[in-house]
């Protein structure tokens, strides 16, 4: 079955650097990659997604590139917040999230003031 | 509801008993998943609901585990003979093509805590 794996298991930047998070996946038919947020005591909500046939999607401060021939993906936050603290899941699916969904072991993010 | 529903939302039990956990998914989803979470841990998947089809199981970690779902309604995991182990949070989670970006919506989880 599906593995994802995520580096790395804990991240610390200063206000307004970026952050960056990989992941990576071992099922080759997976094609839809989404990433949920998860804050101190709350429930994941997703942030972003992206599918096999794109490369690259940005919204806002966050971005996700796709590697699908080294089975890679990585998220990209720009000018972080202090509200941007939380962990960070990747997942993985064979068929958007209408399918089976895969997390990574999370990334816990602190964004220092 | 407005939301996937889960309760309860604590659980207290002593090693050994069988617990029920239930969750309400939003109506009209027909996917429905049930992951646990351990304490700082990430999200492991148990089981995935799909309609009618039959669900798959691959992520229940022993025989004491089991789900039932009723048509693309109320879904319950059962744990048996509780475990010091079998300690976590454990979220449901729904969706549906229709939803927005398809995405997961998951419900606020059930505390379990096996004394």
């Known amino acids: 079955g599906e593995n994802v794996e995520q580096h790395p298991s804990t991240l610390s930047v200063q206000e307004g650097d970026s952050a960056v998070i990989k992941c990576t996946y071992s099922?080759?038919?997976?094609?839809?990659f989404p990433w949920y947020k998860q804050e101190l005591g709350k429930r994941p909500q997703l942030i972003i997604d992206i599918r096999s046939n794109v490369g690259e999607k940005k919204d806002q401060r966050i971005a996700v590139t796709l590697n699908k021939t080294a089975k890679h993906f990585s998220l990209h936050i720009t000018e972080t917040q202090p509200e941007d603290s939380a962990v960070y899941f990747c997942a993985a699916s064979r068929e958007t999230s209408y399918d089976k969904v895969i997390f990574g072991p999370g990334t816990s993010l602190s964004v220092i003031p | 509801g407005a939301g996937v529903s889960q309760s309860p939302s604590n659980k207290v039990t002593e090693k050994g008993k069988d617990v029920e956990l239930r969750c309400d998914p939003i109506s009209g989803h027909t996917a429905l998943y049930w992951y646990r979470q351990r304490l700082g841990q990430g999200l492991e998947f148990l089981i995935y609901?799909?309609?009618?089809?039959?669900?798959?199981k691959s992520g229940l970690p022993s025989d004491r585990f089991s789900a039932e779902r009723t048509g693309e309604s109320v879904s319950t995991l059962t744990i048996q003979r509780t475990q010091q182990e079998d300690s976590a949070v454990y979220l449901c989670?729904?969706?549906?093509?229709?939803?927005?970006?398809?995405?997961?919506?998951f419900g606020s989880g059930t505390q379990l805590s096996v004394l």
């Open positions: 989670a729904s969706s549906s093509p229709d939803s927005p970006n398809e995405k997961l919506f």
């Open positions: 609901f799909q309609g009618n089809s039959a669900p798959d």
């Open positions: 099922d080759s038919a997976s094609n839809y």
